[in-house]
C-alpha cells in the first residue's frame, strides 16, 4: 500500500516570504499523480497544484510551485510571496490505481502566515 | 454547476441512531468517494465507486455502508452509530472531462455522535 509522509505538523512564514512545505511517498508504480490540496478554516478542500509522475517538469500555478523528485519520491510545495491568506492546512496526496483510483493522504502541516 | 454536494451540514445522533449521508455531483464524474477526516490523521477513504452500480472499501470501512444510487449520488449510512464515528465526512468525485484523476470535494459533514 501507498504512504504518504508530511513530516512538519506546523510550519510559519511572514509575510511576503517563501515557504517549503515537505511531503515524501512510498509506491513501487510508475504511474501515478500528485496533488497539495489547501484546507483553510472553512474546511473546503481546495487543489493547490497537480504533478503527473511521467512528466520531469515541476508544475507551477502562480505564486506556488513544486519540486518533484521522482527517484528520491519527494514532492515538495513552495509558496512564494505568502499572503494571509495562504494560511491553512495543506494535505500532499498520492493517486494511482486506474481503473479503480484512489488518493492517499498525508496527515497534513498546518501553515500559519505572521503578518 | 453546483460542483459536489453534501447535506446535511451538521448532524448530532445519539449512540445507536442510525443516518445517511448524502452527496450528489453534476459534473458527469464516474468515479466518487466517501473520506472521514479526524484531527491529526489526514483524510482516510472509507468506500469509494468507481463507476455507477459498482462500490468497494477503502482503509476504514468498518460500521459503514454505501450506495451509488445512480451517476449523480452516492450515500453514506451509519446504521448504529458510535461515538467513534465522531468525525468530518468529506465525499469527492473525479472522472469524466480531463484532468481526470484530479478529485473535486464537497464541503463537508460534521457528525457528532453522544
Known amino acids: 500500500a501507498q504512504t504518504v509522509t508530511q513530516s512538519q505538523p506546523e510550519m510559519s512564514v511572514q509575510e511576503a516570504e517563501t515557504v517549503t512545505l515537505s511531503c515524501t511517498y512510498d509506491?513501487?508504480?510508475?504511474?501515478?499523480?500528485l496533488f497539495w490540496y489547501k484546507q483553510p478554516p472553512s474546511r473546503q478542500m481546495i487543489l493547490v497544484i497537480r504533478?503527473?509522475?511521467?512528466?520531469?517538469q515541476n508544475a507551477t500555478e502562480n505564486r506556488f510551485s513544486v519540486n518533484f523528485q521522482k527517484a528520491a519520491k519527494s514532492f515538495s510545495l513552495k509558496i512564494s510571496d505568502s499572503q494571509l491568506g495562504d494560511a491553512a492546512m495543506y494535505f500532499c496526496?498520492?493517486?494511482?490505481?486506474?481503473?479503480?483510483?484512489?488518493?492517499?493522504f498525508g496527515k497534513g502541516t498546518l501553515l500559519t502566515v505572521n503578518p | 454547476n453546483a460542483g459536489v454536494t453534501q447535506t446535511p451540514k451538521f448532524q448530532v445522533l445519539k449512540t445507536g441512531q442510525s443516518m445517511t449521508l448524502q452527496c450528489a455531483q453534476d459534473?458527469?464524474?464516474?468515479?466518487m468517494y466517501w473520506y472521514r477526516q479526524d484531527p491529526g490523521m489526514g483524510l482516510r477513504l472509507i468506500y469509494y465507486?468507481?463507476?455507477?452500480?459498482?462500490?468497494d472499501k477503502g482503509e476504514v470501512p468498518n460500521g459503514y455502508n454505501v450506495s451509488r444510487l445512480n451517476k449523480r449520488e452516492f450515500s453514506l449510512r451509519l446504521e448504529s452509530a458510535a461515538p467513534s464515528q465522531t468525525s468530518v465526512y468529506f465525499c469527492?468525485?473525479?472522472?469524466?472531462?480531463?484532468?481526470?484523476?484530479?478529485?473535486?470535494f464537497g464541503p463537508g459533514t460534521r457528525l457528532l455522535v453522544l
Open positions: 496526496a498520492y493517486g494511482s490505481g486506474g481503473s479503480n483510483y484512489k488518493l492517499t
Open positions: 509506491t513501487s508504480e510508475s504511474d501515478y499523480y
Open positions: 504533478q503527473e509522475a511521467y512528466k520531469q
Open positions: 459534473m458527469n464524474h464516474n468515479s
Open positions: 465507486s468507481a463507476s455507477e452500480g459498482t462500490t
Open positions: 469527492a468525485s473525479n472522472g469524466g472531462n480531463l484532468p481526470q484523476e484530479t478529485q473535486y
